[in-house]
């Protein structure tokens, strides 16, 4: 009960001793029940292959080698029906990533902007990012995502697709966006360029202690902008716009996202922007009114005090939360499955489903997962203990 | 009773307030700009819903009616009814699953007052579910029902209701064990909580379906006793952390005036620490339950009817009554939305409540 690594540690302790003050009092009870716990964990286990061995089935991992007899309808590499599981897997797998990085992009975008609007100062504004977010949140993400997939099924063919902006495309086969392409040329040395230079400017700041000064940040633009037009000249690197255009039954050029995908990414976007709009409002209350007034009574402009004074003690409440809303959507993209989005869990159902080796595929999906959010959650626990180290928040 | 007056603040005079927020309105012309633009987006977007719901609505007639109106179908509504509330029930017996739904949606409403917390409002919640169960089972009067044919609202409420209650039974030690200073244990609660949280609630019902069945061999184990097992497990991980936190911010002189009393370990918590902790952490508890609510509808995935799968099936019916997905999402979305608009409301009247109860 009382918080032990509180207290330092007495001085010239042996390692044994540090062990045994860790593991704390009832030692040998609580030996016993991790042990007790262990025993029914492995009962459990050998139960299950006692259950696996009546119908037949030995525990490997070998189908993932085999060939996996099904098609996949869209994939980031090259996939065909036939090659391995493993294959097929890891397709699903990127699914998964397409899917969670562009979902976690957009809804941040989205929510951002809503945070803001919520507390710009206008109050039917305010009302009406309410009333969205009451909505998003109070109704289930499922059930938003069938009334998004259901609309993309209501949409025209091809031929009479939809063009509610310029050169954007929408029809019952997807959607068809415009698209940056490179030509030409190599583009990762001038966007290596570009996070290694502010890396070294956040490293700078640290290092002085003080916000940088006009000139400085002046310089720092000048590189960010300088060196990559610099090396993209001399690279021969080309930028073309590529465009869908309707051509006979088809429409071709720019990127086109399936309609499953593009309802899941709706969707979620739709539903975690809620949440985001949520956490930066938040996070801007939690920063009292004494704060802006203290800002004011200095003589800052009010831009200078959002980045000065708000904005760095707002991200401490926005900076756990904004991470774990993003695991929370990857978590989602699970969802897929329901819709028709072939990412990892419909590629592991099917191959659940077409081996039988249902244990062995589900573990393999457990172990996808856990490698994902674990790591992802004890960056956040590191970061809040951080924090209450500096005692800024109570952990 | 003490009376409150700061961190109560005086609520100025209706006419004063609506003054000022007219103020604030068109507090400068890009502000002003900002509204004539606002209210005339939501003046749309109300007059379309008009016309969808009520003005180029089909109300009565069959699947013509519908074809021949462009807005909402709610002669669909009236003839799905049945399906979307009750699922796939027997029809002779639907008795038992209303019966069920005013069993369950009375105890919530009870549990809603504050008056009434006591021991044998707890031992409702075990009660409620496992009358349900017996009910709808057919185990005391009646035929027969297999699990299988449960379905609609009262599947969803009795599986949320059973995951919500056995999570608390879990939840608690769990978080006892995160907190407690013998390191073997507390290990093993991390490793239980992160372990359990970090897969998304899908993978834990798949679990469930493909796993849990194998830790029994040569007995039949009901798909519905495996999901509610996982579920427990899956909302029991969240809980802990939430009250967690709840016992981490009391003061740690709530602990040591319970140490002076003479309490050992059990009565402190029993009596002194978790009773705080708990009514600190009251707004994370109705998230979480809504959270939970709004889950519910994944347990379609491994072929239960719950009531959006119900309405989904209700929906399917394309052929009949064409483009009617758009009502029957729009009923559900509302259900779901009711309970939980209300649920959140609930939870802020009752932080002031207890605040003002003079208890945190």
Not at chain 1, 59 to 88: C, H, K, M, W
Not at chain 2, 248 to 265: F, M, N, S, V
């Amino acid at each position: 009960m009382t918080d032990a690594s509180a207290l330092p540690p007495p001085a010239g302790e042996t390692r044994l001793a540090a062990l045994a003050r860790w593991w704390g009092p009832h030692p040998l009870a609580q030996a016993i029940g991790l042990a007790a716990a262990a025993a029914a964990l492995a009962l459990l286990a050998s139960n299950v292959l006692t259950s696996m061995a009546r119908v037949g089935m030995e525990p490997s991992l070998d189908y993932l080698t085999q060939p996996a007899n099904f098609d996949i309808s869209e994939s980031l590499i090259v996939y065909r029906a036939g090659d391995s599981y493993a294959r097929a897997i890891l397709v699903g797998l990127l699914n998964t990533l397409k899917l969670a990085i562009s979902g976690c992009a957009l809804a941040t975008i989205l929510g951002v902007s809503l945070g803001l609007l919520r507390s710009a100062g206008n109050p039917l504004l305010a009302r009406l990012v309410d009333a969205y977010v009451e909505v998003a949140r109070n109704t289930p993400l499922v059930l938003q995502l069938f009334f998004w997939i259901a609309l993309t099924r209501t949409l025209p063919p091809v031929r009479q697709a939809l063009e509610p902006l310029p050169h954007a495309y929408l029809s019952v086969r997807g959607v068809y966006l415009p698209w940056l392409t490179v030509e030409g040329g190599a583009i990762w040395p001038a966007l290596a360029f570009l996070a290694l230079l502010a890396w070294g400017v956040h490293r700078v700041r640290r290092r002085l202690g003080r916000p940088l000064s006009l000139t400085e940040w002046g310089l720092a633009a000048a590189a960010a902008i300088l060196v990559p037009a610099g090396w993209i000249a001399a690279d021969g690197v080309r930028f073309a716009a590529s465009l869908p255009q309707l051509k006979g039954f088809n429409i071709v050029g720019g990127v086109s996202l399936t309609p499953e995908f593009a309802a899941m990414l709706v969707g979620l976007s739709v539903y975690y922007a809620a949440t985001i709009a949520e956490i930066v409002r938040s996070g801007l209350q939690s920063v009292t009114r004494g704060q802006w007034e203290a800002g004011r009574a200095l003589g800052l402009r009010r831009t200078r005090i959002l980045q000065l004074v708000v904005l760095p003690q707002a991200m401490r409440v926005i900076t756990p939360l904004m991470t774990s809303t993003w695991l929370d959507l990857t978590k989602d993209t699970t969802l897929g499955v329901l819709i028709g989005f072939t990412e990892v869990t419909a590629v592991i159902k099917t191959s659940a489903n077409n081996t039988g080796n249902a244990v062995e595929t589900i573990l393999v999906l457990v172990v996808v997962f856990l490698a994902i959010s674990l790591p992802v959650s004890a960056a956040i626990n590191a970061y809040n203990r951080r924090l209450a180290r500096r005692g800024l928040v109570t952990s | 009773m003490t009376i409150l007056l700061e961190g109560a603040p005086l609520a100025p005079p209706k006419r004063e307030a609506l003054r000022r927020t007219i103020a604030d309105l068109f507090s400068s012309p890009f502000n002003a700009i900002v509204t004539v633009i606002v209210a005339g987006l939501i003046a749309a977007g109300l007059w379309a819903f008009l016309r969808w719901a009520i003005l180029d609505a089909a109300w009565s007639g069959g699947a013509e009616a519908c074809r021949a109106h462009s807005g909402a179908c709610w002669p669909f509504v009236r003839a799905n009814a049945q399906l979307m509330v009750f699922g796939v029930y027997p029809q002779d017996l639907l008795w038992r699953p209303a019966l069920s739904l005013a069993l369950m949606a009375g105890l919530i409403v009870a549990s809603m007052i504050p008056r009434f917390w006591s021991l044998s409002l707890a031992l409702g919640w075990v009660a409620v579910p496992a009358a349900v169960c017996l009910l709808l089972s057919g185990a005391l009067v009646g035929p027969r029902v297999s699990t299988n044919e449960w379905g609609g609202l009262p599947l969803t409420l009795l599986v949320w209701m059973i995951a919500f209650a056995g999570a608390f039974v879990v939840a608690t030690p769990l978080a006892l064990a995160r907190r407690s200073d013998m390191g073997g244990l507390r290990t093993a609660a991390v490793a239980v909580i992160e372990l359990v949280r970090g897969v998304p609630m899908l993978v834990a019902l798949y679990v469930s379906r493909f796993i849990v069945p194998m830790t029994a061999p040569g007995v039949e184990v009901n798909l519905f006793v495996s999901v509610e097992t996982a579920l427990i497990l899956f909302v029991a991980s969240y809980l802990a952390e939430i009250i967690r936190a709840g016992l981490q911010a009391l003061p740690r002189g709530q602990a040591e005036a319970a140490a002076a009393l003479g309490l050992g370990y059990w009565r402190t918590m029993q009596l002194v620490l978790l009773p705080q902790a708990l009514r600190a952490v009251i707004p994370a508890l109705v998230n979480l339950g809504i959270g939970v609510l709004l889950s519910t509808p994944l347990v379609a995935v491994i072929g239960m009817t719950d009531f959006l799968s119900a309405v989904r099936e209700a929906a399917s019916h394309e052929q009949d009554w064409p483009g009617c997905f758009t009502t029957a999402y729009f009923v559900a979305g509302l259900a779901f939305f009711s309970i939980c608009f209300v649920a959140s409301r609930y939870s802020r009247w009752l932080e002031r409540h207890i605040r003002a109860d003079g208890h945190a």
